[in-house]
C-alpha cells in the first residue's frame, strides 16, 4: 500500500509542472493555395503574440510588411480562404513549431491587400 503522504506529494507535483504552452500570434504574409485545400502562408512574418480576435482596424499596417518566413495554415475550412487567395492577409491563430515547416492553427484571416508583396531580397 503506498503512503498516502506520497500520493499527496506526488499530486502537488502535478499540480506545479507547468504544462507546455501553446502560443497564440499574428503573422503577416501572402496566403497561397499550394495544394488543393492546402494552405501556405509565404513571404510572411516572425510571429509575435497577439489574442485569437481578428485585428482592430487600427492594427492593420497601411504598407504590409514582407518577411521571409512560410507557415502551413491549419483549421482553414470555415475561412472560405478561396476569397483571400494571392493577398497580403494577417493570420492569426495558435502557433506549432515544427521543422521543416512550422503551422497555425487559424483563428482569424484579415485581407489588408488585394495582393501579394515581394519577397524581401535574399
Known sequence: MIPTVLLAAVALV???????????????????????????????TDPVASNANAPQPKDV?????????EFRLIGVFEFNLPA????????????????????VNMTSVTTIAPSCASAPAK
Open 14 to 44: 502535478a499540480q506545479t509542472t507547468p504544462s507546455p504552452k501553446v502560443e497564440i500570434v499574428s503573422v503577416t504574409g501572402c496566403l497561397r493555395e499550394a495544394a488543393p485545400n492546402t494552405w501556405t502562408l509565404v513571404n510572411a
Open 61 to 69: 499596417p497601411a504598407t504590409p510588411p514582407v518577411g521571409k518566413n
Open 84 to 103: 483571400h487567395k494571392d493577398h497580403t492577409v494577417i493570420v492569426k491563430g495558435l502557433l506549432i513549431k515544427a521543422t521543416p515547416t512550422s503551422r
